[in-house]
């Protein structure tokens, strides 16, 4: 049981019944909500993960890569007037 779950199940019984309902319908609503949100984190995590074993397996079969300077230039331009494109191989 969270800290949050234990907190509201040891202050429930001093809430007014009415209260009470609503406090464990929002409980269940929080719930299912989290629930659903991490269903929908899961494939693209899978996906992250296949795309950086293909580019690894591409890497072990072509030796080519970007330069960390390259990528580091790149990253310096984000948030700027003047982003660039990503460094290509």
């Known amino acids: ?16 019944l009415e209260m009470q ?3 464990l319908d929002f ?5 299912a909500k989290l629930a659903s949100r991490a269903d929908n984190l899961i494939e693209p995590f899978e996906t992250r993960n296949q795309q950086a074993d293909a580019a690894w397996a591409d890497y072990q079969l072509s030796g080519k890569s970007v330069g960390n300077e390259a990528v580091m230039a790149w990253l310096d331009t984000w948030g700027t007037d003047q982003e660039s494109s990503c460094p290509q191989i």
């Open 1 to 16: 049981m969270s800290i949050i779950s234990e907190e509201i199940a040891q202050n429930l019984p001093d809430l007014p």
């Open 21 to 23: 309902q609503e406090t």
């Open 27 to 31: 409980v269940l609503f929080l719930k």
